[in-house]
T-cell receptor, first 113, second 116 residues
Framework: AQSVTQPDIHITVSEGASLELRCNYS??????LFWYVQSPGQGLQLLLK??????LVQGIKGFEAEFKRSQSSFNLRKPSVHWSDAAEYFC???????????FGAGTRLTVKP | DTGVSQNPRHKITKRGQNVTFRCDPI?????LYWYRQTLGQGPEFLTY????????KSRLLSDRFSAERPKGSFSTLEIQRTEQGDSAMYLC??????????????FGSGTRLTVV
């Protein structure tokens, strides 16, 4: 069965600094990988997804993620963080036919002024 | 289309009461999913439908939980004889389906259940 590990429960960065959120997955076949963002009291919004092809994928709000098969990782990055990026970030792995998606426990991002 | 809609946004109920939540997916999406999210955790899969057929149920979905999607449009999730451990955010999501593809999900804003 697929699973996702997000090693960092909480990360604090200064506004304007770069950001990297870690994600490791376990899946027996080719994974479909996703990053979602959740603001307090809200649902999840899709930031980006990876299925195949170029291992560096671009998403919304200036985010990107890199798939590294050898490390079973799919880390999320942003070159310069804005205060509005403060939220909870979830990495997820899904199957080819999107039967169900498994989420990590999330990383809470705090942005210092 | 305004996305995935969930009602109510918040529900407070007494232990032992029954509650029902509604989800209206994006109209052209034939797959609909229910997830539960507790504080500090990621969403946990409960069940999903393709059109009106319920194709998979998690072991988290005890016999007190039932979900329906009549006519393949909106869906309801009912919890009978609620317990304090049922307090959580219940998230609905929808997606299009095409064999061999995974488009990711569009989530609603969730229904927050508090059992007192």
């Amino acid at each position: 069965a697929q699973s996702v590990t997000q090693p960092d429960i909480h990360i604090t960065v200064s506004e304007g600094a770069s950001l990297e959120l870690r994600c490791n997955y376990s899946y027996g076949a080719t994974p479909y990988l996703f990053w979602y963002v959740q603001s307090p009291g809200q649902g999840l919004q899709l930031l980006l997804k990876y299925f195949s092809g170029d291992t560096l994928v671009q998403g919304i709000k200036g985010f990107e993620a890199e798939f590294k098969r050898s490390q079973s990782s799919f880390n999320l990055r942003k070159p310069s963080v804005h205060w509005s990026d403060a939220a909870e970030y979830f990495c997820a792995v899904g199957a080819r036919n999107n039967n169900d998606m498994r989420f990590g426990a999330g990383t809470r991002l705090t942005v210092k002024p | 289309d305004t996305g995935v809609s969930q009602n109510p946004r918040h529900k407070i109920t007494k232990r032992g009461q029954n509650v029902t939540f509604r989800c209206d997916p994006i109209s052209e999406h034939n797959r609909l999913y229910w997830y539960r999210q507790t504080l500090g955790q990621g969403p946990e899969f409960l069940t999903y439908f393709q059109n009106e057929a319920q194709l998979e149920k998690s072991r988290l979905l005890s016999d007190r939980f039932s979900a329906e999607r009549p006519k393949g449009s909106f869906s309801t999730l009912e919890i009978q004889r609620t317990e304090q451990g049922d307090s959580a955010m219940y998230l609905c999501a929808s997606s299009p389906f095409s064999a061999g593809s995974n488009y990711g999900y569009t989530f609603g804003s969730g229904t927050r259940l508090t059992v007192v």
